[in-house]
């Protein structure tokens, strides 16, 4: 599947660029001018003195010195620069990703990048929603190998308010205090389920909680379901990233259990306080050994 997506994704951006030369060829016909052509990286930098200064400094830039990708510099993303030149600076005639639309600033850089990462970009909800490479990444002013426009956590935390409200919460994974990124988990050019690396959360869960997993021979279905139903994947008030105490939580399914215990509602409610469900029932992820999950 992976190897028809990446053809397919060749072929596409293969013809989106013929498609984009063909349409410039026949402009240049039709108005009885030449095509525009190539000039080079020095006429570019006797205007834009400032980036031409410090391009060979980025990603791109040192790739530029040995990759044939980028063997014509600046024009390897903007196009031939020509008309551009000839007309005094005239925008219209260069190709300024801050013009184009998202759609046209991605062709453009897919026509390069291929990574396998990549070729679940339009199946994604940053597709979906019009967000551009550009939006995450600058070639002339990101830093490192990913030309991000800040860290690889920040860079994301800028849009997804949300998240970043929950991983300041008591319990949560430890994303703000570096020793992992969103990007531990997503994927963030494509993917069906939130970006994810994985076909769904729970396997995605299983890369780090390989112990909660099993196959156990005492399967607890919650479990077996999805980790989302009992955890906040993002952070919680609660311990271990519950969505309510544990004592609530598993007697929102467990409604009718130790009905000896208690004669109403009220007197459940306070047994249930005070002692924790899994003060006995401690391996409520599954269990090769007990049905009710004793240890």
Excluded: Y
């Excluded at 988990?185 to 994985?198: F, M, S, T, V």
């Excluded at 099993?214 to 479990?223: A, L, R």
Aim: aromatic share 4%; hydrophobic share 30%.
């Amino acid at each position: 599947m992976e190897r028809i997506l990446k053809g397919a994704w060749m072929l596409a951006a293969a013809l989106a660029l013929s498609a984009s030369l063909g349409a410039q060829a026949r402009g240049a016909d039709a108005a009885g001018t030449e095509a525009p052509k190539f000039v080079g990286r020095e006429a570019c930098a006797s205007c834009h003195a400032e980036v031409h200064e410090t391009f060979d400094k980025t990603f791109h830039g040192r790739k530029a010195q040995s990759n044939p990708k980028l063997a014509n510099m600046c024009e390897s993303c903007h196009g031939p620069g020509s008309a551009h030149a000839d007309g005094g600076g005239d925008i219209t005639k260069i190709l300024n990703p801050k013009k184009m639309s998202p759609q046209a600033v991605t062709d453009t850089c897919l026509s390069c990048h291929k990574d396998k990462n990549l070729m679940l970009w339009k199946t994604g909800s940053h597709a979906n929603s019009d967000v551009s490479c550009t939006t995450c990444h600058s070639v002339h002013k990101g830093s490192g190998n990913k030309s991000l426009t800040a860290g690889a956590t920040d860079t994301c935390l800028k849009c997804h308010k949300k998240q970043k409200a929950d991983m300041r919460l008591a319990s949560h994974h430890p994303v703000l205090e570096g020793k992992m990124t969103c990007a531990s988990c997503h994927n963030p050019h494509g993917g069906i389920e939130g970006n994810l690396k994985a076909d769904s959360l729970a396997e995605t869960c299983a890369k780090c909680h390989t112990d909660k997993m099993g196959p156990f021979m005492h399967e607890h279905p919650p479990v077996a379901d999805g980790c989302q139903n009992c955890h906040l994947p993002h952070g919680s008030t609660n311990e271990r990233m519950l969505k309510m105490p544990i004592q609530f939580l598993c007697v929102s399914c467990h409604n009718k259990e130790h009905a000896s215990f208690t004669t109403n509602t009220t007197t459940q409610a306070t047994w249930v306080q005070r002692d924790r469900c899994t003060d006995c029932h401690r391996e409520v992820h599954g269990s090769d050994r007990a049905r009710r999950f004793r240890k």
